[in-house]
């Protein structure tokens, strides 16, 4: 166990944690953008590496064993909390020894998690607790190296927020709550109706001796109405009557209207076009496609770096032997392909290439060899001094 630096400081889980997972749990608009973005990041596949040689690790290597645990359910466990709660936390089982390695990684969940500042400036964290109370398990001074951080930047200058990570729910809090206000407000009208109208009849006086009245006359709307066989017949009532209408239409709210622009602020806060999510009202094929590229560059792929930088800092390096890390594969995502023909195309159209520069465009390693860094002029061009002039035909 590491020696634990005396704390100034203690950063609590903040409240609004428990209001983000609530609401992933009940608000579908929520569900849909964050699930598919965690289904999208999870299915990008990572590669264990040697970075001396960028040749791939071994079947066997305790690195290799530790992440074919990492399942596809695990990874999108994980891209969830990242994208809903804005930061994670993963348990290192350490192993200490000869052949020191990291056994396990236990995602821990933000709600339980407490961080512990050190006194020196800057004030870095030099300890966790975990606290889950409805499990029972309260674990103390948790050294920082058996446990991998994971959050997004927050700029507020408050010791409670700064040290944790922002997450994009609390942003959309006021947006989140105009949008359930209107659901519920459009769900209880078509689940009770409402009064749609006053029917009157003139000349009936409003005091106890026109209450039987008042009565037979909805005791025989009530009957008229509850016989299927009377379905599109007037009914015949006897005096002279009149109808207000009262209440509004749905589409008089505007609740559709308000929920589509709430769900576009949703995807603005994560990067994401709501034409991925059957908005049909400026989809065209070619138009879908740039929108799911654009998923992959703006939302997808800066959380997936986070993730492989975490497990190259915070995990790989207690892996005893040959330093080994991972990296992200994005060769089987079709919509990408297109960015990498464009950038061959460049490539091959300038007249002067450097090999190492062209590796380091398409996410290979540089070359140590010293002739990988040197320009290569492309052959077919000849001087202008050595240009002869075809012979006049005669």
Known sequence: MAQVSTVSQTIYPVWHVWKEIEAYRVIDDVYSVVNRLARTAAMI?????????????????????????????????????????????????????????????????????????????????????????????????????????????????????????????LVLAQTLTRLQAGRDASVAQMQNGGVPGILTVKDLRHDTTSKPVIGAIKDNIARFMGNSNNKGAPMIMPGDMNYIPLGLKLADMEVADLAAIDFKKICNAYSVSDVLFNNDSSSTESNVKEMVRLMYTNAVLPVVMMVRDCFNNEVLPYFSGRAVAIKYDVSEVTELQADMKAKADVFAALPVMIPNDVLEAFGYQRDERPEMDMPFIKSGYSAIDDFEPLPDIE
Request: glycine share 4%; aromatic share 16%.
């Open 45 to 169: 596949p990572f590669t264990l590496y040697y970075p001396d040689t960028d040749e791939d690790v071994e079947f066997e290597h305790p690195a290799a064993k530790l992440f074919r645990t990492f399942t596809l359910e695990k990874k999108i466990e994980l891209y969830t909390h990242l994208f809903l709660t804005g930061e994670c936390f993963f348990y290192k089982e350490l192993y200490i020894g000869a052949d020191a390695r990291v056994e396990s990684l236990d995602l821990l969940h933000s709600s339980f998690m407490t961080l512990k500042l050190n006194k020196q400036f800057p004030f870095t964290i030099a300890a966790y607790e975990y606290q889950d109370a409805n499990a029972g398990v309260i674990i103390n001074n948790i050294p920082k190296e058996e446990v991998a951080y994971i959050k997004y930047p927050n700029p507020s200058p408050d010791w409670n927020y700064s040290k944790r990570g922002l997450s994009p729910i």
